[in-house]
């Protein structure tokens, strides 16, 4: 059982098509806020990001903000959160998010979504950490990406215990719960399966 005191939210910078996408957002900060669980996010003000953090701010939690420089502009860097840290690039913006974090939730999203959250799923294949990963599947969101996964295990590229590396939940109120029993996953590294 994981010992959970802060989350990193993984999500679009856009909105979505759909209203729902902005009303779990929202119900997720509340949530966090509600079980003391401190938000680690993009420090953007803008689409799902910003949602879940001013729910979270508005629900009285804790929210910080990890941006790089040159994104402080474009992503509408937080100002009414917690802490904003201002980092040098992505790269940074990854590692302290990751530091900071001792579980990861993937709201929907897009590329830069999908690219946080697989380098948490590959960095947890290699052993380099052992924390929960869950995907937030609303409305069957991340169905694609479970279909994907299916499609690299039968053709023989993701082992089997691949599937253990995150979990997906269909409701926002499954997700704490789900974060702090997830089992600790070993899965064979690529080199040991050869
Ligand atoms: P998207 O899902 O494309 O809306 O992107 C969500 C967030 O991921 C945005 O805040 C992007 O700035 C961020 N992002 C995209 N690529 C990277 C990366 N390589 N490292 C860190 N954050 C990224």
Known sequence: MAAIGSVCV???SS?????????????????LAAHGIRLIFGGGGIG?????????????GQAIGVIPDLLQKREK???????LCVVASMHERKNLMFELS???????GGFGTLDEAFEMMTWRQLGMHD?????????????PLDQ???????EGFVAESGRRLFAMATRVEDVIPMLIHEPTVAVATPVERL
């Open 148 to 154: 994907l996964v299916d499609h690299f295990i039968r």
């Open 77 to 83: 860097g937080h100002r009414g959160i917690t802490e």
């Open 48 to 60: 799902l990001m910003g949602e879940v953090a001013d729910a979270v701010m508005a629900a009285g």
């Open 102 to 108: 001792d579980a990861f939730v993937i709201l929907p």
């Open 15 to 31: 909105m979505g098509a759909s209203p729902r996408y902005r009303e779990v957002a929202r119900a997720l900060g509340r949530a």
């Open 10 to 12: 993984y999500c679009g």
């Open 131 to 143: 924390k929960p990963i869950l995907f937030l599947n609303m409305d069957g969101y991340w169905d």
